[in-house]
């Protein structure tokens, strides 16, 4: 038997599949066979075929039209099919035809159909030779690989960083949004572009021998500057990481962060650093004066004050602002050490790591500012709570003059935010003792429901043994009335002891702890379903369940009786519908929540009148047309809340009952890409 290619490419109609085969191995070939006539009818059909068609080895299939065999579904499927039959017949390089069929399941499947016509030597054709494939499944894989990728794709484009990934022969292999943007292209328009294609050429040399470096395995990390959009000088810090594969750099990753706001900053202090000086230099009186008017605008701050350090930490100036605002005046401070500010450790855990003023000061003259905020001492001894902020000063030549020291006394709200912290404990305090009161309710109410059950069921098996007794005792041919009124009580205490065990079953719902595990859904419906099927043999249902139930988050037990009372009720009420359908499925909303749905087309109800729907022993039809406990549902919805979703219904009289709620998901964390950026890029 030739070879097969693969089903999701195939371009040419495939070597004749069953030609020179013996019937032995065409009957247990793996692949599904069918030998048809011209007309379109099978004349032979292997195993495989009859299984993946769902037809047994005792059903007749020769004869059968080909459109019948597989089931198709859709209205222009047939005619698809007839038009394909008659290409095959005209042309043997027709490529091959994807239909949807449904299995007797239920299921729905989508099979890639090849055919292949045989030709006699006089060139007409007399057989065509056909095999099937189910490419569902790869669809599926296809789908979600898209979204994967779809999904990467957008946690870049959200990325404020402009990314780039060259490969080694300098050919755009990925770029994000904010980088295509800023050639005014989209990320698929930059891929397949040379390098040189997006550098401006006065820029290219420069840019092409980092490149380089990078290619031969060295990382950069460097500042650039150049020209934004908006015509003005831009600075961006770029990187440049080799991707290295098998000890072989392969490509470039390329990041670029606009860095313009930190350095127009950084030149805005430079420059009023580089003012200064010269005004020092050229103008010794404009100096006092601006001296003067900066002493008076701090003095003039009532809650704040600024006064300077040293590289080492120790106290230069102190203005008449600090002195108002700690109370030191100039000859307790001046050369002594920032940690003299702070209050001393007392019990009453105001004092601050002694060492903090050391690491801030570090900070600033290596970052250029450092904050920290805490509590400050003045000269009585009392404290205040500040936020203090300092900022290293450099000249132009960046040699460091000196580093600024801004405390602002922030007590009041450091005062609200105790009080809001002591509220919330208090509120907190209450929340939790209203809990445990909640709690003993709750637990005082199961074991009231645990024990009225327990003490019901002892009278109830009594009522059920004199039952059969007197039943016993009048015989079958005793007084009739008699025999009617002890069915009548016999009844009644089954119906009372299956409401005890649906009590029982409620009551434990709440107590047990839920052992939550990632549970597959698919096959969790698919045995409740086999059940149902088992427990109804005579019930014609169409299941229709989606194939990609995905994941959830839970007791794998719960989640069991919760599908088997929903579906339970669906078969239930479809009792009296012709053509029974019941249907499970699931969707997710724009903002991610996924909700799941069991469909069906019974009788209905009127939900305007089922306020009680999910509360025990409340039904919605009379027992005469329906029988049942009414417990269900309220189990149901236990189940769900118990999982942190909710339940609801959507239905009408006469068009069946849709039951949906919501089931937390298993989560799959993503990692989070970085690539780099050209610096002209």
Sequence with gaps: MPAMSSPSTPTTAPQDPVAGATDTAFEHAPSALLVLDTAG??????????????????????????????????????????SHLASVRADATVPPLELRVRHPSGESHTLQLTLAAQADAAGQVVQL??????????????????????FLSTLTDRSPSRLTYFGSDLICRFANRAQAERHGRTPQQMVGMHLSELIPPASLPRVMARVTRALAGEAQTFEAE???????????EVRYVPDVQNGEVAG????????????????????????????????TAELHASEQRFRLMVDAVRDSCIYFVDAEGFIVEWSDSAQRLHGFDRVQVLGRPLAMLLPADDGLDLAIDPEQPDLLVHQAVDTGHADSQGWRLRADGSRFFAHVSLTALRNPAGELQGISVIERDMTAAKQLEDVMNDLNKELERRVEERTRQLVA?????????????????????????????????????????????????????????????????????????????????????QGVVAHLRAEHPLRDIAWDIESDLPVARGDPMMLAQL?????????????????????????????????FHVRDNGTGFDLQKAANLFVMFQRQHHSMDYDGLGTGLALAQRIVERHGGRIWCETAPGQGCCFLFTLP?????????????????
């Design 41 to 82: 009818c099978a004349l032979r059909t292997n195993r495989a075929a009859r299984q993946l068609l769902g037809w047994s080895p005792q059903d007749p299939l020769e004869g059968r039209p080909l459109a019948v065999l597989m089931r198709l579904e859709g209205s222009s499927a047939d005619a698809l099919l007839t």
């Design 129 to 150: 030779h056909a095999w099937l494939l189910d490419v569902g499944a790869h669809r599926g894989l296809e789908q979600r690989l898209r979204a994967q990728v779809d």
């Design 226 to 236: 150049g020209t934004g959009p908006d015509g003005q000088p831009a600075y961006n």
């Design 252 to 283: 470039v990753f390329m990041e670029l962060n606009d860095i313009t706001e930190r350095r127009r900053t950084e030149d805005i202090v430079l420059s009023a650093n580089l003012e200064l000086e010269e005004r020092v230099q050229q103008r």
């Design 441 to 525: 309710a709750n637990k005082d109410l199961d074991v009231f429901s645990h024990t009225i059950s327990h003490d019901l069921r002892a009278p109830l098996r009594h009522i059920g043994s004199f039952a059969g007794l007197i039943r016993e005792q009048l015989g079958e041919q005793g007084d009739a009335q008699l025999l009617q009124y002890e069915s009548a009580i016999s009844r009644s205490a089954r119906r009372m002891a299956g409401m005890v065990e649906g009590l029982l079953e409620y009551a434990r719902l709440g107590r047990i702890a839920v052992d939550y595990q990632a549970v597959p859904l698919m096959p969790l419906v």
């Design 563 to 595: 599908f088997a009372y929903l579906l339970e009720n669906a078969v239930k009420f479809t009792g009296r519908t012709e053509q029974a359908r019941v249907e499970v499925g699931w969707t997710v909303s724009e903002q991610g929540v996924r909700t």
């Design 665 to 681: 998901f298993e989560s799959e964390e993503v990692g989070d890409s970085r690539f780099g950026a050209v610096d002209d890029l």
